[in-house]
Nanobody
Framework: QVRLVEFGGGAVQAGGSLRLSCAAS????????MGWFRQAPGKEREFVSA????????DYAVSVKGRFTISRDNAKNTVYLQMNTLNAEDTAVYYC?????????????????WGQGTQVTVSS
């Protein structure tokens, strides 16, 4: 049974930082590209960042580029999202997802497994 469990969400003031983690089990983690998505109230779930299985490629949504950093530790079956200089527009439920494909996937449809999400709330 595949499980993706996100950790590290919470409430933070604007300008602050959070580090999200996503622990994977039940799959060959090092073979999967991993992504982070987010969904704000009343909005569609959107792509935030992704990293290929070998960490050779990463990409970010324009809105987070330069502030967020994705990384992974295949030995720990964990992917991370370091979020700096947070603002109110970053408030959302953040989801990690696993993709057994080629390269970075930007669409939700490209991902095979999803976590349950973790809430990030940024107050201004």
């Amino acid at each position: 049974q595949v499980r993706l469990v996100e950790f590290g969400g919470g409430a933070v003031q604007a300008g602050g930082s959070l580090r999200l983690s996503c622990a994977a089990s039940g799959l060959s983690f090092s073979r999967y590209n991993m992504g982070w998505f987010r969904q704000a109230p009343g909005k569609e779930r959107e792509f935030v960042s992704a990293i290929t299985w070998s960490s050779s490629n990463t990409d970010y949504a324009v809105s987070v580029k330069g502030r967020f950093t994705i990384s992974r530790d295949n030995a720990k079956n964990t992917v991370y999202l370091q979020m700096n200089t947070l603002n109110a527009e970053d408030t959302a439920v953040y989801y990690c997802a696993a993709d057994y494909g080629f390269g970075v996937a930007y669409s939700r449809k490209g991902y095979d497994y999803w976590g349950q999400g973790t809430q990030v709330t940024v107050s201004s």
